[in-house]
């Protein structure tokens, strides 16, 4: 084999279980393993990013990584890490939804060479779909305990949860459905290996057992650990929720942006995880982030890194530009290029204030554009005062009392940025 796949996690800090023997079987030969993912919206978000880097290690380790879309399974809703049922998806959207993700996964994994170890995408509705209730309860369910089903932390946590209405009969069997997924693919592909984040062992171990069980064969368990942030926030949440993959429900900007404002302790967690830099390569970067901190240089490659990844050079070039915008030394130029959803995202959360742009035609004058049309500035005598301390800026030019406001300053043909000192920004939009 090309690389030690195991060897390779536990360096990036990406290993937190492994099933006995993995490692050995791995270094065999060219093996199959598998990663399930949750179809139930058309993107992923930055926390399906560890099992899509473990895949993509896998593949660059000399394996065939294939990607489970839980078609069947998003029918029903896993109750691991879960305190409710989730919502249950038609056949048209699940569809649409595995289309998308392929997509998406497609800037990680080689689904289209002819190496032997090129990725596949299946969907377990596919084998699912013509199951009946019976033939499954016959011929998988008689294998598997119900005490065996009730020791699992998953069922355990929910059961026990204060805040849980308890758990539905479709909930239970969930690790059942998983459990033949990992048999079926045993069977019919010859996929030796199940991975997924630490709260998924106890369905891989249900997989493993019916292999053993019905086959009489050895399945294999890999899990990582779930990645938490230093502040004890969210991993994967900003203020807006989600930090998706797709560019239409998170833009390049964001992305970027999230990843930028890391701490020094989750930025150097997350190069390891998140990037394919060699371990030397990352060694250097952090060395040299902690001779100069101050410079951000180890967040600032981990952001080009995975932006460049997810999205493309060019989106990691406009985000960058973007994210320079408010130092610019040509900021009236320079802030022109951006279009008008970059520009917004740069300025998401500034107090904007709507101002007819007849007013603009005929020159506003500074003390009206930041107190009687905008109220930014509470009156017309703090306006007066901000203007003589020489501390507002029209569009980053220092302006006087004396200063009009035109259609000459606006900012795709729309919007004027004006600042009163450093720290305070305001927008006017023209409509």
């Known amino acids: 084999m090309a690389n030690n796949f195991v060897e390779e996690l536990r360096w990036r800090g990406m290993l937190h279980t492994e099933m006995p023997g993995t490692e050995e079987h791995l270094l065999e030969q060219m093996r199959s393993a598998y990663v399930g993912f949750d179809p139930t919206a058309d993107s992923l978000h930055i926390g399906n990013l560890v099992p899509i880097m473990l895949l993509a290690h896998y593949q660059r380790c000399g394996h065939k990584p294939v990607a489970l879309v839980g078609g069947a399974t998003g029918m029903i809703g896993d109750p691991s890490g879960k305190s409710s049922e989730r919502n249950l998806l038609n056949e048209d959207t699940l569809r649409h939804n595995q289309e998308a993700i392929k997509k998406q996964l497609s800037h990680f994994l080689d689904f289209t ?19 009946s209730f019976l033939e499954f309860i016959r011929d998988v369910g008689k294998h598997i305990t119900v005490n065996y089903m009730m020791a699992k932390d998953s069922v355990k946590n929910r059961i026990s949860s204060d805040s849980s ?22 069977k019919n592909i010859g996929c030796t290996l199940q991975m997924g984040g630490s709260d998924q062992w106890g369905n891989i171990t249900t997989g493993t057992e019916l292999i053993r069980r019905i086959d009489q064969g050895k399945g294999y368990a890999i899990t990582c650990p779930l990645i938490t942030k230093s502040d004890g926030s969210k991993f994967g949440k900003s203020e807006g929720g989600n930090v998706w993959l797709d560019a239409n429900r998170t833009s390049p900007y964001k992305f970027y942006q999230y990843w930028l404002n890391s701490s020094d302790e989750d930025a150097e967690k997350y190069i390891k995880i998140f990037t394919f830099l060699d371990q030397n390569t990352i060694n250097e970067i952090i060395e040299e982030h902690k001779a100069q901190p101050h410079v951000r240089g180890l967040q600032k490659r981990l952001a080009e890194e995975i932006t460049a990844m997810v999205h493309s050079k060019e989106e990691l070039e406009n985000a960058e530009k973007a994210s320079g915008i408010l130092f610019s030394k040509d900021f009236k130029n320079d802030i022109k290029q951006l279009n008008e959803n970059l520009f917004l995202d740069v300025f998401e959360g500034v107090p904007q204030a709507e101002i007819s742009k007849d007013k603009i035609e005929s020159g506003l004058d500074m003390i009206a554009a930041l107190s009687a049309e905008t109220n930014f500035l509470a009156s017309n005598g703090e306006a007066r005062r901000a203007l003589k301390e020489n501390s507002v800026s029209v569009n980053k030019d220092k302006v006087k009392e004396d200063y009009n406001i035109t259609t000459d300053d606006l900012i795709n043909d729309k919007y004027i940025v004006i600042n009163r000192g450093k720290k305070n920004t305001y927008i006017i939009k023209v409509v």
């Open 113 to 131: 060479s002819d190496a032997k170890n090129a990725a596949v995408l299946v969907n377990n509705y596919d084998w699912m779909k013509e199951f």
């Open 165 to 186: 209405d308890g758990m539905s009969f479709t909930e239970f069997t969930y690790q059942l459905v998983q459990g033949y997924d990992f048999l079926h693919l045993y």
